[in-house]
T-cell receptor
Framework: KNEVEQSPQNLTAQEGEFITINCSYS?????LHWLQQHPGGGIVSLFM???GKKKHGRLIATINIQEKHSSLHITASHPRDSAVYIC?????????FGKGTSLLVTP | EPEVTQTPSHQVTQMGQEVILRCVPI?????FYWYRQILGQKVEFLVS????????KSEIFDDQFSVERPDGSNFTLKIRSTKLEDSAMYFC????????????FGPGTRLTVT
């Protein structure tokens, strides 16, 4: 089974700060997903990566396949970015999830 | 924008009762999934479904669980005899194709078993 580890578990930042969340996994994958879960519980897909780097607005996701590691960066963080960010990997049909990083951005 | 919908948003049931959770995936998607998240824990895969059959299931998905696509739009998860430990948020997701494509999640159904 692919073990997915995220760090940090919890993160508090001030508005405007640059934020990095890390994800590592144990077995080779076909794709890695970054997801956002808000307090209401809904899950939104942010990125799906199989190599390199993707950018969407203030969010940037990178993946290093050789090192089995991915990072999610948030530039110019804002209180509305407060949520749980989840890394998930798939090597088949199933998604295997990390425990998530709880981010709080304060004004 | 197309979205995955789930009903009900919250279901309360007594232990031992059967429940059916319903999902309407995005219309041109071919792969369907159920996940669950026990309060305070990580999201866990239950089952994937393609071409009217289960393509993969986890250890959690035992004989108490079943899935069905009864018509061209709905995708259901049935729990035959609920247990207290089935209390969780259940998410349905769909994707155009397996693994290489993004999965789109529904808003979830919160199941409370009393």
């Amino acid at each position: 089974k692919n073990e997915v580890e995220q760090s940090p578990q919890n993160l508090t930042a001030q508005e405007g700060e640059f934020i990095t969340i890390n994800c590592s996994y144990s077995v080779g994958i076909s794709a890695l997903h970054w997801l956002q879960q808000h307090p209401g519980g809904g899950i939104v897909s942010l990125f799906m990566l199989s190599s390199g780097k993707k950018k969407h607005g203030r969010l940037i996701a990178t993946i290093n396949i050789q090192e089995k590691h991915s990072s999610l960066h948030i530039t110019a963080s804002h209180p509305r970015d407060s949520a749980v960010y989840i890394c998930a990997v798939n090597s088949g049909y199933a998604l295997n999830f990390g425990k998530g990083t709880s981010l709080l951005v304060t004004p | 924008e197309p979205e995955v919908t789930q009903t009900p948003s919250h279901q309360v049931t007594q232990m031992g009762q059967e429940v059916i959770l319903r999902c309407v995936p995005i219309s041109n998607h071919l792969y369907f999934y159920w996940y669950r998240q026990i309060l305070g824990q990580k999201v866990e895969f239950l089952v994937s479904f393609y071409n009217n059959e289960i393509s993969e299931k986890s250890e959690i998905f035992d004989d108490q669980f079943s899935v069905e696509r009864p018509d061209g739009s709905n995708f259901t998860l049935k729990i035959r005899s609920t247990k207290l430990e089935d209390s969780a948020m259940y998410f349905c997701a769909s994707s155009e194709a397996v693994s290489s494509y993004e999965q789109y999640f529904g808003p979830g159904t919160r199941l409370t078993v009393t």
